[in-house]
């Protein structure tokens, strides 16, 4: 089990945080530059590709 669990300092959820401090879990919400970035493709069901780009970073979904 980890120490902490870090969260993103707009992330606002109180049973969220209620439910993981039962379970031990310590909640910390210091601010950091950027703590995680998604970048995905996602297959739609006619086989075409749809690019998405985290805005938190200075990603570009593009494509051909």
């Known amino acids: ?8 300092t707009s992330f ?3 049973i969220t945080f209620q439910s993981l401090k039962k379970l031990g879990y ?3 919400q210091t601010n950091s530059p950027i ?16 690019g998405g780009a985290d805005p ?3 990603d570009t979904a593009v494509g051909f």
């Open 56 to 58: 938190r970073g200075d």
């Open 12 to 14: 606002d959820d109180t």
């Open 35 to 50: 703590i995680g970035k998604v970048d995905a493709i996602l297959v739609l069901s006619d086989g075409k590709l749809e």
């Open 26 to 28: 310590a909640i910390d």
């Open 1 to 8: 089990m980890p120490d902490n669990i870090k969260f993103e």
